[in-house]
T-cell receptor, first 115, second 117 residues
Framework: DGGITQSPKYLFRKEGQNVTLSCEQNLNHDAMYWYRQDPGQGLRLIYY???????QKGDIAEGYSVSREKKESFPLTVTSAQKNPTAFYLC??????????????FGPGTRLTVL | AQSVAQPEDQVNVAEGNPLTVKCTYS??????LFWYVQYPNRGLQFLLK??????LVKGSYGFEAEFNKSQTSFHLKKPSALVSDSALYFCAVREAFMDTGRRALTFGSGTRLQVQP
């Protein structure tokens, strides 16, 4: 899982609550991403950030929010507006540079369950 | 738009036999292609990538993949499967020289590889 940490590993939330998932990397990567994984659907992009203080919506951003105040940190908040938040959440990062083809490095994931 | 198809939800193979996990892709221009492996409740681990050059790409743990532009495929292969190869495998694509701001990959739905002893 490289130099990317995600916490907590498991998270339980009651309906109507906001929760924040942590993602930290010590790889000095510029770009960071959040994906959601559901069984049989692969990974879907929620938000991404190429530089500090800038981020963009991915394909399924509704009900989620992010911030990028530091290069090494990209927390994801799952709000009460997210209709079906139970899923496995993966954070990833990519180095900047000439390699637009750089592979992404993934954290170990957070499994969120709504009770 | 870019997309990836992994037509098999599961592939079963006996230990010691060759394995193939299929992937086809669709992009407007040239593709960058990736294979990742995921073990239960873990993040994705990078296996290999095709950017340009030789169509046969070698990666980690004895895996290789063959890029076929005419068939828009990037199948993952291994000459001799191990029980420890049992995991979930994802193919991913992004278009070369697309909007540099995004750089996110589009993933297939995954193929579960089961290697029997």
């Amino acid at each position: 899982d490289g130099g990317i940490t995600q916490s907590p590993k498991y998270l339980f939330r009651k309906e109507g609550q906001n929760v924040t998932l942590s993602c930290e990397q010590n790889l000095n990567h510029d770009a960071m991403y959040w994906y959601r994984q559901d069984p049989g659907q692969g990974l879907r992009l929620i938000y991404y950030s190429q530089i500090v203080n800038d981020f963009q919506k991915g394909d399924i951003a509704e009900g989620y929010s992010v911030s990028r105040e530091k290069k090494e940190s990209f927390p994801l908040t799952v709000t009460s507006a997210q209709k079906n938040p139970t899923a496995f959440y993966l954070c990833a990062s990519t180095p900047k540079g000439a390699g637009h083809y750089n592979e992404q490095f993934f954290g170990p994931g957070t499994r969120l369950t709504v009770l | 738009a870019q997309s990836v198809a992994q037509p098999e939800d599961q592939v079963n193979v006996a230990e010691g036999n060759p394995l193939t996990v299929k992937c086809t892709y669709s992009v407007s221009g040239n593709p960058y292609l990736f294979w990742y492996v995921q073990y239960p409740n873990r993040g994705l681990q990078f296996l290999l990538k095709y950017i340009t050059g030789d169509n046969l790409v070698k990666g980690s743990y004895g895996f290789e993949a063959e890029f076929n532009k005419s068939q828009t495929s990037f199948h993952l292969k291994k000459p001799s499967a191990l029980v420890s190869d049992s995991a979930l495998y994802f193919c991913a694509v992004r278009e070369a020289f697309m909007d540099t701001g995004r750089r996110a990959l589009t993933f297939g739905s995954g193929t579960r590889l089961q290697v029997q002893p």
